[in-house]
C-alpha cells in the first residue's frame, strides 16, 4: 500500500513535470515559429520532451514513449544542425506538439488515447529526408524511433565464463552484444586538430534497476551521441551464488566525440537513480570545437559531474549570449531557469496562508486593545510591519505568471484554424504579470469560451476580410496588466465587432428583454452574456451552446471580478476581464445586522454616519434616502435584503449607515446595526463547497470560528432593484 | 482501511429521519459531527441551513429531511452533522440519529421502484436490514432502509435543475 501511494505521488510529481514541460516546449515552438530558431531555444524544446520521455518510459506510458522519443529524435536532429529549422519542420514539431499534450492528457487518463499515425509520420518524414546524408561522424542515426526491447542478454565467448555461466558481457572488443562500433572508428574519425573525446564513466548504484532506472537507456542514449564503449568494469561483479539479477554491478567507460556538447551527454543520466555515478571527463586539448557554432566553451582540464546529474550543469553549458529576436518574456525564462525552485504542495501554503491571516488579526485586535502608549512599548507597530511582510512574502508565493494561463490558447487557435478555416495571428503581451494562482486556475475557463467566442463570432471568414480590406489572417491580443490592486485580461479581436441590432432582436426572440426596452450599446453589448443568449445561426462545437459568455460573467464574477465589452462595428470587439489580484485576504469592516456579523470590504466604504432623527426619510414606502451635506443618497436595509427583519425594525437613529462606494449606481448609504471591528479576514469562497451567491464574495473564519459573510457591495446594491422586505436577493439558480 | 472490503460488498451508514431509516455509502462520509447552528446564506433555498466552519473551510449545512420533501427535522440532543463528500464538494446533512454502520452485499440492494416524484428520485435502491439489538444479536423483524444517491443530492446538481 504504502509503495504504490509513493509511486502514484511520484507519478503525479511527473505528470505536473509534463505539464510544465508541455508549458516550455509550447514557447519555445511558437518563438520557433515566430523566428527565433536560436540554439538555446531549440535545446529548451529538446530538454522538455526528453524529460517527458524520460518519465514516461519509467511509469510505462509506453504510447507516450514512443511518441516522445520520435518527436525527440527529430528535435535532436535539428538541435545538432542536421536538420534546418524551418518553418514547415517547425509546422511539423507544432502539431506533432499537439499530439504530445493528447498523449500525456491520454496517459493522466483524462482522455483518450490520440491518433499519432499522421503526426508520427510527419516527423518520421522530416528525419528521413532531411536527416539522411548529412551525417556527422560516428553519430548513427536513430531510425527506428523506438526501442523499448529490455536488456537483450546474449551469449558471450567462452573464454570469458569464469563464473561457470554465460556472462552478460564480459569484453568490448571480442563481441557487440548492444550493436555499437567498435572503438576504433570513432576514435580515429577525430582528428588530432579536434578536441579530445569525452570520457563517460558511469556507475549506476547497485538498487538503480530496483528504482525503476534502467541503466541500459542511459548507456543507449549516449550510444546515440556517438558514443561508443571503450571499457566495462567487471570488477564489482560477484560471483554466480551471490548474483541478485535485480542489482546493478557493471561500470561502463564510453567515449563520445567532442562534438557533442557535455550539457547532451549529462542530460542522458537525467534519469538514472540517485546515488549513480556519472563522470565526464575529457583529455586535455586546445583546439576550438569543431561544432558549426561555438556553442561550449568546455574547460580544458578534465571536469567531473558531480554523482547525481545536477541541473546547473546543463544551463551552465547552454549560455550563450541571448538572441537578438528577444521578446519580454525570454530573459524571465533566462532568470527562471537559473533560479533555484522547489516544489510545494499548495496546501502547505494555504496553510502557511492562513496562519499569517490569523496572525494578522490577532495584530490588529491587539492594536485595538491597547492605547498607543503601551503599544509603543511593546513595539507593536514593529510587529505589524514584520507581521505584514510576512503576509506579503507569502502571498507572493502563490502569485505565478499569467503566462500559465494563456499557455494553452496557441493550441486552441490552431485548432480553431483547423475548424473553421479562419487563421488567427496571436498577439501576447504581459504575460509576466503575477498573480495569484487561485485566479490562474479559474481564468482558464472563462479565457477559453472568450477566445473560442473571438475567433467564432469576432474574426469574419478569410474572403470577408478580404473584401473588408483587413488582412485575411486576424489578429487577437491577449493582454494583462496590474493595476492597484486589480488585474485587467484581455482578449481584443479585430473582426466585425458585435452586430447590435442582431443581438438585440435576438435578445427579444429569447424573451431577455422586452421588445421596447430602450438600450445604450453598451447594454446591448453586455446581453451577451446573459443566460441563454447566443447568436450562433449554427452551433458549432467551438461556441454556440449559448453558454459561454454566460459562463464567462458567472465564473469572473464569482472571482470577485467582472467582464466589460466594448466593441466598434467593423473593427473589433475587445473583452477585459477585471480580477482582484489575490483571493486570500481582505481588509474589511465587521457590522452586526441582527446578530448576525458580516464583513464589508473595505475599499468600498467612504465613511460611517450615525444618522441624527430626521436625516433618513422615507422616499417611497420601501425605499428611504439620506441627507448628507446637501446630497441625497439611497439607503438600503442590509437587514432587509438578506431577509433578515424578523426582528421589528430598528429606526434609523438607532441603526449606523455606512456610505459605500458602487461602481454601479455611485454612493449608497447601507443601514447596519453596529459596527464590531475592523480587521484582515482571510477569504474563504463559498463555491469551494457551495455555489457563488450574488451579493457574497465568500465568508471567513472569525477569531471564535464562527462564520461571518462577506459582503459584495457591488453585487448587492445593482442587483437590488426595488427592494421589497420579501424580496431577498435572487441567488444565481433565479 | 474500508476499501479493503471484498467485491460486492459495502458498508453503509444508517440513520434516521423521522420514522425513515436511511443510508449512505460508508465511503462518502468523512465525519459525524455535533449539530451546532450554522450562519445562515441569504437567497439560497430552505433547505440549505446555512454554513459552517469545518476545519477552516466553509461547508455548507444541509437540512436533509426538508431537501427530500419530508418535514423539517425538528433539533435535539442527537440531532447530527453527516459530512460527506459528493462530487469533490463537502456538504454537512443535518439527520435525526445515526443507527448504525452495516455491510451489506450489492445484490440484496433492490432498485427503487418507479414512483411519481417531481424530481430525479434521489434513491439509490432499498434494502432489507435486520436491526442490531442491544445485545448485538438480529433482530426478528428487518427494517427498510432507503439508500440514498449523494450525487443526485450535490447542490450543484439540484440548482441546474431548477434553474
Same mark, same amino acid.
Given at each position: 500500500m504504502p509503495v504504490s501511494d509513493e509511486l502514484d505521488e511520484i507519478q503525479a510529481i511527473f505528470f505536473e513535470e509534463c505539464t510544465e514541460g508541455l508549458a516550455v516546449a509550447e514557447q519555445g515552438l511558437s518563438a520557433m515559429a515566430?523566428?527565433?530558431?536560436?540554439?538555446?531555444?531549440?535545446?529548451?524544446?529538446?530538454?522538455?520532451?526528453?524529460?517527458?520521455?524520460?518519465?514516461?518510459?519509467?511509469?510505462?506510458?509506453?504510447?507516450?514513449?514512443?511518441?516522445?522519443?520520435?518527436?525527440?529524435?527529430?528535435?535532436?536532429?535539428?538541435?545538432?544542425?542536421k536538420i534546418a529549422a524551418t518553418p514547415e519542420v517547425t509546422k511539423v514539431m507544432l502539431t506533432a506538439f499537439d499530439v504530445l499534450a493528447d498523449h500525456v492528457a491520454a496517459?493522466?487518463?483524462?482522455?483518450?488515447?490520440?491518433?499519432?499515425?499522421?503526426?508520427?509520420?510527419?516527423?518520421?518524414?522530416?528525419?528521413?529526408?532531411?536527416?539522411?546524408?548529412?551525417?556527422?561522424?560516428?553519430?548513427?542515426?536513430?531510425?527506428?524511433?523506438?526501442?523499448?526491447?529490455?536488456?537483450?542478454?546474449?551469449?558471450?565467448?567462452?573464454?570469458?565464463?569464469?563464473?561457470?555461466?554465460?556472462?552478460?558481457?564480459?569484453?568490448?572488443?571480442?563481441?557487440?552484444?548492444?550493436?555499437?562500433?567498435?572503438?576504433?572508428?570513432?576514435?580515429?574519425?577525430?582528428g588530432s586538430g579536434d578536441p579530445q573525446p569525452w570520457t563517460v564513466r558511469f556507475d549506476p548504484s547497485r538498487a538503480a534497476m530496483a528504482n525503476g532506472a534502467e541503466p541500459l537507456l542511459a548507456v543507449r542514449e549516449v550510444e546515440r551521441l556517438g558514443g561508443v564503449m571503450t571499457e566495462v568494469d567487471i570488477s564489482a561483479l560477484p560471483p554466480l551464488r551471490d548474483l541478485d539479477p535485480e542489482e546493478s554491478y557493471l561500470t561502463w567507460t564510453l567515449s563520445v566525440p567532442a562534438t557533442v556538447e557535455e550539457s547532451t551527454i549529462s542530460e542522458c543520466f537525467d534519469f538514472v537513480a540517485p546515488d549513480s555515478v556519472v563522470e565526464i571527463t575529457r583529455a586535455a586539448a586546445s583546439m576550438a570545437p569543431a561544432m558549426p557554432a561555438p556553442i561550449d566553451p568546455s574547460p580544458a582540464e578534465p571536469k567531473t559531474a558531480p554523482p547525481t546529474p545536477v541541473l546547473a550543469l546543463v544551463e551552465t553549458a547552454n549560455e550563450p549570449p541571448p538572441p537578438p529576436r528577444v521578446t519580454?518574456?525570454?530573459?524571465?525564462?533566462?532568470?527562471?531557469?537559473?533560479?533555484?525552485?522547489?516544489?510545494?504542495?499548495?496546501?502547505?501554503?494555504?496553510?502557511?496562508?492562513?496562519?499569517?491571516?490569523?496572525?494578522v488579526i490577532r495584530n490588529s485586535i491587539l492594536s485595538d486593545r491597547l492605547p498607543p502608549v503601551d503599544q509603543e512599548r511593546v513595539e507593536l507597530p514593529e510587529l505589524a510591519r514584520l507581521t505584514r511582510e510576512i503576509q506579503d512574502n507569502v502571498m507572493s508565493l502563490r502569485a505565478q505568471p499569467i503566462r500559465q494561463a494563456f499557455s494553452r490558447v496557441p493550441r486552441m487557435l490552431r485548432d480553431?484554424?483547423?475548424?473553421?478555416?479562419?487563421?488567427?495571428?496571436?498577439?501576447?503581451?504581459?504575460?509576466?504579470?503575477?498573480?495569484?494562482?487561485?485566479?490562474?486556475?479559474?481564468?482558464?475557463?472563462?479565457?477559453?469560451h472568450m477566445i473560442r467566442n473571438a475567433?467564432?463570432?469576432?474574426?469574419?471568414?478569410?474572403?470577408?476580410?478580404?473584401?473588408?480590406?483587413?488582412?485575411?489572417?486576424?489578429?487577437?491580443?491577449?493582454?494583462?496588466?496590474?493595476?492597484?490592486?486589480?488585474?485587467?485580461?484581455?482578449?481584443?479581436?479585430?473582426?466585425?465587432?458585435?452586430?447590435?441590432?442582431?443581438?438585440?432582436?435576438?435578445?427579444?426572440?429569447?424573451?431577455?428583454?422586452?421588445?421596447?426596452?430602450?438600450?445604450?450599446?453598451?447594454?446591448?453589448?453586455?446581453?451577451?452574456?446573459?443566460?441563454?443568449f447566443s447568436t450562433a445561426d449554427t452551433i458549432s462545437s467551438i461556441s454556440g451552446r449559448g453558454v459561454g459568455m454566460d459562463v464567462v460573467r458567472s465564473?469572473?464574477?464569482?472571482?470577485?471580478?467582472?467582464?466589460?465589452?466594448?466593441?466598434?462595428?467593423?473593427?473589433?470587439?475587445?473583452?477585459?476581464?477585471?480580477?482582484?489580484?489575490?483571493?486570500?485576504?481582505?481588509?474589511?469592516?465587521?457590522?452586526?445586522?441582527?446578530?448576525?456579523?458580516?464583513v464589508l470590504p473595505l475599499t468600498n466604504v467612504i465613511e460611517t454616519v450615525r444618522p441624527e432623527p430626521g436625516q433618513v426619510r422615507p422616499m417611497t414606502p420601501t425605499s428611504e434616502v439620506i441627507e448628507l451635506r446637501g446630497n441625497y443618497l439611497p439607503v438600503k436595509r442590509l437587514t432587509d435584503?438578506?431577509?433578515?427583519?424578523?426582528?421589528?425594525?430598528?429606526?434609523?437613529?438607532?441603526?449606523?449607515?455606512?456610505?459605500?462606494?458602487?461602481?454601479?449606481?455611485?454612493?449608497?448609504?447601507?443601514?447596519?446595526?453596529?459596527?464590531?471591528?475592523?480587521?484582515?479576514?482571510?477569504?474563504?469562497?463559498?463555491?469551494?463547497?457551495?455555489?457563488?451567491?450574488?451579493?457574497?464574495?465568500?465568508?471567513?473564519?472569525?477569531?471564535?470560528?464562527?462564520?461571518?459573510?462577506?459582503?459584495?457591495?457591488?453585487?448587492?446594491?445593482?442587483?437590488?432593484?426595488p427592494i421589497t422586505s420579501n424580496a431577498p436577493l435572487k441567488g444565481l439558480a433565479a | 482501511m474500508s476499501t479493503l472490503n471484498t467485491p460486492g460488498e459495502r458498508k453503509i451508514?444508517?440513520?434516521?429521519?423521522?420514522?425513515?431509516?436511511?443510508?449512505?455509502?460508508?465511503?462518502?462520509?468523512?465525519?459525524?459531527?455535533?449539530?451546532?447552528?450554522?450562519?445562515?446564506?441569504?437567497?439560497?433555498?430552505?433547505?440549505? &441551513?446555512?454554513?459552517?466552519? !469545518?476545519?477552516?473551510? +466553509?461547508?455548507?449545512? /444541509?437540512?436533509?429531511? =426538508?431537501?427530500?420533501?419530508?418535514?423539517?427535522?425538528?433539533?435535539?440532543?442527537?440531532?447530527?452533522?453527516?459530512?460527506?463528500?459528493?462530487?469533490? &464538494?463537502?456538504?454537512?446533512? !443535518?439527520?435525526?440519529? +445515526?443507527?448504525?454502520? /452495516?455491510?451489506?452485499? =450489492?445484490?440484496?440492494?433492490?432498485p427503487a421502484p418507479e414512483v411519481e416524484t417531481c424530481e430525479q428520485s434521489v434513491i439509490a435502491g432499498l434494502v432489507q436490514v435486520a436491526p442490531r439489538t442491544q445485545e448485538g444479536a438480529a433482530a426478528e423483524t428487518s427494517i427498510m432502509v432507503l439508500l440514498l444517491d449523494l450525487e443526485s443530492l450535490g447542490l450543484m446538481r439540484h440548482l441546474e435543475m431548477a434553474a
Open positions: 515566430a523566428g527565433d530558431v536560436s540554439k538555446e531555444v531549440i535545446a529548451g524544446v529538446f530538454r522538455a520532451v526528453h524529460s517527458i520521455k524520460g518519465g514516461s518510459g519509467a511509469f510505462g506510458h509506453a504510447a507516450l514513449l514512443a511518441f516522445s522519443h520520435c518527436f525527440e529524435n527529430v528535435l535532436d536532429e535539428v538541435r545538432g544542425g496517459a493522466q487518463g483524462v482522455a483518450g488515447p490520440p491518433s499519432d499515425a499522421a503526426a508520427l509520420a510527419a516527423l518520421e518524414e522530416v528525419l528521413a529526408t532531411k536527416g539522411a546524408g548529412t551525417m556527422a561522424i560516428a553519430s548513427p542515426a536513430p531510425s527506428t524511433p523506438v526501442e523499448t526491447t529490455p536488456v537483450d542478454i546474449e551469449p558471450a565467448p567462452a573464454e570469458a565464463d569464469q563464473f561457470g555461466f554465460t556472462p552478460v558481457i564480459a569484453g568490448v572488443e571480442e563481441l557487440d552484444p548492444f550493436g555499437f562500433e567498435p572503438v576504433g572508428v570513432s576514435m580515429d574519425d577525430l519580454s518574456t525570454a530573459d524571465a525564462r533566462q532568470v527562471e531557469v537559473v533560479q533555484q525552485t522547489i516544489r510545494v504542495d499548495l496546501m502547505k501554503l494555504d496553510m502557511l496562508l492562513n496562519l499569517v491571516g490569523e496572525l480553431l484554424a483547423g475548424e473553421t478555416g479562419k487563421q488567427v495571428i496571436l498577439e501576447v503581451s504581459g504575460e509576466t504579470t503575477e498573480v495569484d494562482k487561485g485566479v490562474i486556475e479559474k481564468i482558464g475557463d472563462p479565457l477559453t475567433v467564432d463570432h469576432g474574426i469574419e471568414d478569410p474572403a470577408d476580410r478580404l473584401a473588408a480590406g483587413k488582412p485575411a489572417e486576424g489578429l487577437i491580443k491577449l493582454s494583462a496588466e496590474q493595476k492597484g490592486a486589480r488585474i485587467f485580461v484581455r482578449v481584443s479581436d479585430d473582426g466585425k465587432g458585435i452586430d447590435r441590432v442582431r443581438v438585440r432582436a435576438k435578445a427579444i426572440e429569447k424573451g431577455i428583454i422586452a421588445a421596447d426596452a430602450v438600450l445604450s450599446d453598451e447594454e446591448i453589448d453586455q446581453l451577451i452574456c446573459a443566460p441563454g465564473n469572473v464574477e464569482a472571482l470577485g471580478g467582472r467582464v466589460d465589452i466594448t466593441s466598434t462595428p467593423g473593427v473589433g470587439t475587445t473583452f477585459t476581464m477585471i480580477l482582484p489580484l489575490t483571493l486570500a485576504i481582505l481588509d474589511g469592516m465587521i457590522v452586526r445586522l441582527s446578530g448576525q456579523r458580516f435584503m438578506f431577509g433578515l427583519n424578523e426582528e421589528a425594525r430598528r429606526s434609523p437613529e438607532e441603526s449606523l449607515i455606512i456610505i459605500v462606494e458602487s461602481e454601479s449606481v455611485g454612493n449608497v448609504g447601507l443601514m447596519v446595526d453596529t459596527i464590531d471591528d475592523r480587521r484582515e479576514v482571510v477569504i474563504k469562497s463559498l463555491d469551494q463547497n457551495l455555489y457563488p451567491i450574488r451579493g457574497l464574495g465568500g465568508a471567513t473564519i472569525l477569531g471564535d470560528g464562527s462564520i461571518a459573510l462577506i459582503l459584495d457591495i457591488d453585487a448587492l446594491v445593482a442587483s437590488a432593484g | 451508514v444508517t440513520f434516521s429521519l423521522g420514522d425513515q431509516m436511511f443510508g449512505i455509502d460508508m465511503k462518502a462520509l468523512i465525519e459525524i459531527r455535533e449539530w451546532e447552528p450554522p450562519t445562515p446564506l441569504p437567497s439560497v433555498p430552505a433547505y440549505i &441551513k446555512g454554513v459552517t466552519n !469545518l476545519r477552516g473551510t +466553509v461547508v455548507p449545512v /444541509i437540512g436533509l429531511a =426538508e431537501r427530500l420533501g419530508w418535514t423539517p427535522s425538528v433539533l435535539h440532543a442527537r440531532s447530527c452533522i453527516l459530512v460527506a463528500t459528493i462530487g469533490g &464538494k463537502q456538504a454537512g446533512f !443535518l439527520v435525526d440519529e +445515526v443507527a448504525d454502520i /452495516i455491510l451489506i452485499n =450489492e445484490d440484496q440492494i433492490q
